[in-house]
Structure formats: C-alpha cells, structure tokens
C-alpha cells in the first residue's frame, strides 16, 4: 500500500498562484501526487480559473460600459460646446451688425447735432446782437423820458425856500411875538383900568362878542356869516349905546378912536407878516427830508442805470420774462411819478399858504373898519365902549390863524406820508429788481459755460470722425475671404505645392551630408 498522503487546501482566491505555478501546476509529480488527487487539483484550478474568467469577464463588461457612457457623455459635451460655440458666434454676429448699425446711426445723428448746433449758435449770435441794440434804444429813451420828468422838479425846487431862509423868518417871528406881547401888556394894562366902569354896561355886547368868538373858532369857510352875526350884534349894541351916548362923551372919545385904529393897523401889518414857529419848523424839516430823498433817489436811479447796463449784455433766452416785467414796473413807477407830479401840482407854495391867513384877517379888518366909520358916523360911542371891542377883536385876529393852520397841517402830513411810503415800496421793488438781475446774470454765465463745453465737445468729436475711416473703404474678414477666394482657387494653389514639393524632392535625392548619400541615411 502506498503512504497516504496530505492533500492540501484548494485555493479560491488569484493572488494565491503566480502564473509561473499556474502553468507549471499540470505537470504531475510521479513521486508525490497520485492520479486521483491530481485531478482534484487541476479541477479546483480549473475553477479557480473559470472564477478568475468570469471576474475578468464582468470586469471587462464594466470597464467597456463605463467607456461608452464616457463616450455619450463626452460626446454630449461636444454638441453642447459646438451648440455654444456656434450661439455665442451668432451672438457676436448680432451684436456686430448692431454695434455697426449704432455706429452708423451715430455718426448721422452726430452730423445732424452739429448741423442744429452750429445754426443754434448763429442764431444766439444774431438774437444778441439784436438784443444789445434794443436794450440800447429802450435804456437811451428811458433816461430821456426820466430826464423829461426830473426837469420840472429841478426847476421847482430852487423856488421852494431854504432852510437859513426859514431860520431867518423864525427868528423874526420870535422878535414880532415879544413884540407883541409888550403891546399886548400895554393894552391890557390900559383896558384893565377902563373894564371895571364899563362892565356893567357892556354886558349884552361881550354875551354877543362871546358868541361871535365861538362862531369864528368853527373855521375859515363860516367866516361871512360870522360876520354877518357881528353886525347884528353891533346893531343891536349901537341902538343900546344910543341912548347912552352924550356930545361931550363924542368929543372926548375922538382921539381915543383914531389911536385905537392906529392900533389895530398896526397889529394887522404885524398879524399879515406873522406865521407859527413849530409849523414853519415842521414845514422846513419836510422839505429838507423831500429834498434828500430826490438827492438819493437820483444817485439811486443813476447807479441803477449802469448796473442795468453793465448787466444787460449777459442775458440770454430768459430776457423776454424779464422785458415783461420790466415793463410792467415801468409803468407802476410812471403811474407813481404821474401821481406825484399830479400831487405836487395840486400843492400850494409856502408863500400863498402863508398868504391865506393874512388876506382873511385884513379882509375881516378891513370890514371892521368900514364898519366902525359908519358907526363914528351915526352913533356916538361911549368911552368905555372901544377897550372890550379891540380886546375882542385881538382875541380873533390870534386865535382865527392857529385855526386855519391847524386844518391845513394835517393834509400836508398825510400827503409827505403817503409819499414816503411810495418812496419805500419803490426802493423795494428797486431791490428786487437787482436781486433777479443778479440771478439771471448767473444763469447766463451757467449758460455760457454750457454752451462753450459742448461747443470743445462738437470740435473734438469733429477731429475725431475725420480722422476715421469711411464705411466704403473698410473691409471685413469675410469680405476679404471671399475676394482672395475669387482670386486664388484651391485646384491651382495644390498644383503649386505639389510642383514645388516635387522639385524640392528632385533636389534632394543626390545631396550628400558629410560625405554621406542621403539614400543611405
């Protein structure tokens, strides 16, 4: 019997053998293995063997499959790509054209803009240079017109008196007043001592006096028939006196009455040349005011003159809103100017204002005085009769002008306060007549530096499109393609080539490098 023998483990696994066993393993070993177990061995290899097959197998299968779907995929990415290449290309194509068609539209509207700008510019060149004539015309008869106007007012103040001359006048009025009150204390100091007889006798006629006193204090337009009350009174005083006038009494009163109307002459000379101090100092003060506003308003007027003028020339499209209102202060400010002419030549002088009191009371005296002759004439007076009446009649002659002055004073300081209020209105729309000149000005210079920005940019653009190329003389890559396929064709180019190639060959075939043929290279 023969030995047994081990039989080892089949092993399923490929990295077990090498390939040099693999191929060495169907040899039989004569002095170790039987038949038997050699089989075993080579049937477990052999399956070993369809195992390692069946893996290769799949993994083959695996491999080619993950190769195709490499394939689709990369083939996908290709269309992909080719598809993208060919939109961005169409794209480029498009916005080529496009850019080509804005180009062309811009250079036409470019011509167009210059074209339109150049015309703008002649056309503001010729609008300023109409308007500077104009505005010229317009400011040249507006200084005469204005000069028109001031001619009057400078020939009517020399007339109007001045301040020294008031000074003067008032001066005399203080000394006429102490004047007058001295012969005031005299003549009271003699109508006191004959008062106290004639009291009792003279008590209708001071009642009626009393009343003529409130009648006349009403005003200057009752003055007649205040008049008339007084002589009714006089009558009524006279047919009392009548009877208690006597012969001697006459005789004795004669020279009593012709002082007496010497007297009152004397008084009414004063009265007529007398004027109150605070009103002539008032009236004084208001002309000097009067006279300096003028002054001021004329250099106002002068420098707002060459302010207009120096300003002028820098306007522009914006002139025809100013022109308008402009206008339209024009006319208020002649309206104003009409108005005060109209108001000033509704005004009396100082001089006749001054007269108005004085002729009333010389009229009044005179009156008086025709009167007392008729009653020299017919009635005998009393001695003590002509104290109370010249005391009366003093009385009036002070109080009846302080009246009429009273009136008139406050129209005359309505009148210059309405005045200075024009003035101020004005010299306000003056200011702001500066104000808006000053802002168009500004726009003007805006507009200028506007103007002159695009005017370099229209000058640059210029240069700029005349140192390009026409559209006729350009050519593109296509364009030019197709005109050297037209000139050079394929057939003919290959023929060239191969001539050359072939007598480049001719030339070559008996060159030698070193001593060397080139056939044995």
């Given amino acids: 019997p023969r030995p047994p023998t081990t039989q080892a483990p089949p092993c399923h696994s490929a990295s077990c053998l090498l390939p040099a066993e693999r191929a060495g393993r169907p040899k039989m070993d004569s002095t170790k293995d039987s038949g038997v177990d050699f089989i075993h061995r080579i049937m477990a290899e052999v399956k070993v063997l369809r195992e390692d097959f069946a893996r290769l197998s799949r993994t083959t299968a695996q491999i080619q499959s993950e190769a195709k779907t490499e394939q689709a995929n990369r083939e996908g990415d290709v269309s992909a790509i080719h598809a993208r290449i060919s939109q961005e290309r169409a794209a480029e194509t498009l916005m080529r054209t496009t ?11 470019t011509r167009t803009w210059v074209g339109a700008l150049g015309k703008d510019c002649m056309g503001t060149k010729e609008a300023l240079a109409e308007l500077e004539k104009s505005t010229s015309e317009r400011f040249m008869k507006q200084a005469s017109e204005s000069d028109l106007r001031f001619l009057p007012l400078e020939a009517a103040m020399p007339k109007k008196s001045e301040k020294v001359e008031l000074d003067k006048l008032s001066e005399e009025l203080i000394a006429l007043e102490g004047v007058v009150q001295r012969d005031r204390a005299t003549a009271a100091a003699a109508t006191r001592s004959a008062v106290a007889g004639a009291a009792a006798d003279f008590k209708v006629a001071q009642e009626s006096l009393d009343q003529l006193r409130q009648v006349t204090e009403a005003g200057r337009r009752a003055l007649a028939a205040d008049i008339g009350t007084l002589s009714s009174k006089l009558d009524s005083v006279d047919a009392f006196a009548q009877t208690r006038a006597k012969a001697s009494d006459l005789q004795a009163l004669e020279p009593r009455v012709s002082e007496t109307e010497k ?38 007027a002068q420098a707002d003159k060459e302010n207009l003028a120096a300003s002028i020339e820098k306007v522009e499209k914006a002139i025809a809103k100013t022109d308008r209102q402009v206008d339209s202060d024009r006319e208020r400010t002649s309206n104003c100017m009409v108005a005060l002419e109209k108001e000033l030549a509704t005004k009396a002088f100082k001089v006749d204002t001054d007269q108005i009191g004085p002729k009333t009371l010389s009229t009044a005296t005179d009156r008086l005085e025709a009167r007392a002759q008729e009653l020299e004439k017919t009635i005998a007076l009393n001695k003590q009769e002509v104290p109370p009446i010249r005391a ?4 009036l002659e002070t109080a009846f002008p302080t009246r009429a002055d009273a009136a008139e004073i406050p129209k005359l300081y309505l009148g210059i306060a309405e005045q200075a209020a024009k003035h101020d209105s004005l010299h306000t729309r003056a200011n702001e007549h500066n104000v808006r000149l000053e802002r168009i000005s500004g726009d003007v210079s805006r507009h200028l530096g506007k103007l002159e920005a695009i005017e370099s940019r229209s000058v640059l653009l210029e240069r700029t499109l005349s140192s390009k190329a026409e559209v006729t ?4 890559k296509d364009h030019t393609s197709d005109m050297l396929r037209d000139f050079y064709r394929r057939e003919e180019i290959d023929a060239m080539l191969s001539r050359v190639w072939w007598r480049v060959g001719d030339m070559t075939k008996g060159r030698t490098v070193t001593g060397i043929p080139l056939s044995s290279r």
Avoid: G, P
Avoid at 99 to 109: H, S, T, V, W
Avoid at 392 to 395: D, I, K, Q, W
Avoid at 473 to 476: E, G, L, R, S
């Fill in 99 to 109: 850019l080509e068609k804005k180009q062309d539209d811009f250079e036409n509207k």
């Fill in 263 to 300: 007297s009152i002459e004397k008084v009414a000379y004063e009265v007529k040349t007398k004027a109150q101090t605070a009103v002539v100092n008032a009236i004084s003060d208001r002309l000097t005011h009067v006279s300096m506003d003028v002054q001021a308003n004329q250099a106002r």
């Fill in 473 to 476: 003389d350009h050519y593109t």
């Fill in 392 to 395: 009366r009649v003093e009385a």
